[in-house]
Nanobody, 125 residues
């Protein structure tokens, strides 16, 4: 059992940055942590993921170069650094955990078993 909780959302102007945090608790060794977002009226989309056991990272092409996923193992925290934000990035951001995802399934919501409540990000132009 893994519990995850997000924080760090808020309002920012276009071009600004935010860093989201996902704190994991429970049986977290070697888990996969993914970041997703969902805007009103749109499907949930995967942004990035990390395999905490080896530090391997995965990115959706739409955010690669702007978003960076990282981990602080001592704090059981996964970060999502988001730069050069635009109004298109406005959404509810969630992190999710899974004991195993794999290289080809990291971007599927169905691959993750444990989800946080989400944190809202609003970017104003």
């Amino acid at each position: 059992q893994v519990h995850v909780a997000e924080s760090g959302g808020g309002s920012v102007q276009a071009g600004g940055s935010l860093r989201l945090s996902c704190v994991a608790s429970g049986h977290t060794h070697g888990t996969y942590i993914g970041w997703f977002r969902q805007a009103p009226g749109k499907r949930r989309e995967a942004l990035a993921a990390i395999w905490t056991g080896a530090g391997r990272t995965y990115y959706h092409r739409s955010v690669k170069g702007r978003f960076t996923i990282s981990q602080d193992s001592a704090r059981n925290t996964i970060y999502l650094q988001m730069n050069n934000l635009s109004s298109d990035d406005t959404a509810m951001y969630s992190c999710a955990a899974s004991n195993y995802v794999g290289d080809t399934s990291w971007d599927l919501s169905s691959s993750y078993d444990y989800w946080g409540q989400g944190t809202q990000v609003t970017v104003s132009s």
